[in-house]
């Protein structure tokens, strides 16, 4: 089940006294915000007068013993107990796992097991029979329903379409960094919201950076590429970091291209990123062939072995980098 489809489905559920609920439910997703927020839906199926006494939340290192005496546990002046299990990792302990496969196996129908993975840990077999809540990032015309919920609350205000752009661009959809810029942003305007209220206010995450560099670049754009790069020096960003954000950046990039064709998530997992980085990464390695950005991560590898070993400075070693990269087009 996507995040987008939790709200509804608990709703519904909600309004047909809880019955159709299944007896666990596993939060994943690399988006922070949308997990809490997940969690936040299964809490707001208690009675909020009594939900101190019937929702519990705990920590997979806390053990599975506590969990499975709370979910045992009759709820009070309510019809239902809530246990969140935060911080699941792939490494559950033999103990923990035959603790939760007991319970699972005749779980109290009054109660509600939810986990919260960190990432890899929602494919444990213990999980293949509960139902999954994936809260990945959201494309950007889902993060304008969300973010239009926002902008009605207190004081209100208005967003241009070009705005929420700029802010998805800078934040690489990542609903943490949009949930607090959007507070930012309603703060500091008086009415609605523009694309240069977002220039002016929000900061790009450092990879949104790389990808203006390295378009600048791919694009033969001199002065832009400057540009961008002295804005990153400016930020405080060492040249040898510089270095390697952009050997980073051009090894996605690559490895973009070795595997076009195959899904964003997919390449994003093998990669280690965002999938919403994954659109940006693409849109650039697609103006190089696959021999030059070969040529453009091995001579950024050997200038970082040249300065840790002491044959280059940093400086001259990103210079180099960018005069390299330029000539590569």
């Not at 390295?214 to 930020?235: F, H, I, N, P, Q």
């Not at 040529?295 to 200038?303: G, I, M, P, S, Y």
Request: with cysteine; glycine share 4%.
């Amino acid at each position: 089940m996507k995040y987008t489809a939790l709200k509804e489905y608990l709703a519904a559920a909600k309004a047909e006294g809880n019955a159709s609920l299944r007896p666990c439910y596993v939060i994943f997703g690399d988006d922070a915000w949308l997990r809490q927020s997940a969690v936040g839906m299964f809490r707001a199926l208690a009675d909020p007068d009594y939900a101190a006494m019937n929702c519990t939340v705990l920590s997979a290192q806390d053990g599975a013993e506590e969990a499975v005496f709370t979910l045992n546990t009759f709820p009070v002046f309510d019809t239902i107990r809530i246990v969140v299990v935060t911080d699941v990792t792939d490494k559950l302990s033999a103990a923990d796992r035959a603790a939760y496969e007991g319970y699972l196996a005749s779980p109290n129908p009054d109660a509600l097991l939810v986990f919260v993975c960190e990432d890899g840990a929602e494919k444990d077999p213990l999980f293949a029979k509960a139902e999954k809540v994936d809260c990945g990032h959201l494309p950007e015309e889902e993060i304008a329903k969300l973010v239009a919920e926002m902008l009605r609350a207190e004081p209100v205000r208005t967003m241009q379409k070009a705005a929420l752009h700029e802010l998805v661009t800078r934040t690489l959809n990542d609903m943490s960094r949009i949930a607090c810029e959007v507070a930012k942003l309603k703060a500091y305007s008086d009415g609605e919201i523009t694309r240069e209220d977002v220039c002016d206010m929000t900061s790009a995450e450092p990879d949104y950076q790389i990808y203006q560099l390295s378009d600048a670049l791919a694009s033969g754009e001199k002065g832009r590429a400057l540009r961008v790069l002295t804005a990153l020096l400016d930020d405080g960003i060492r040249p040898m970091t510089m270095i390697n954000m952009l050997y980073s950046y051009y090894r996605r990039m690559l490895h973009s291209e070795l595997h076009k064709g195959e899904p964003d998530a997919e390449v994003a997992a093998l990669l280690g990123v965002k999938p919403g980085a994954m659109y940006h990464v693409r849109k650039v390695s697609g103006k190089y062939k696959q021999v030059q950005l070969k040529k453009c991560v091995d001579r950024l590898h050997a200038l970082q072995y040249a300065v840790l070993t002491g044959r280059r400075s940093e400086e001259s070693a990103m210079h180099d980098a960018v005069l390299m990269l330029m000539a590569q087009v």
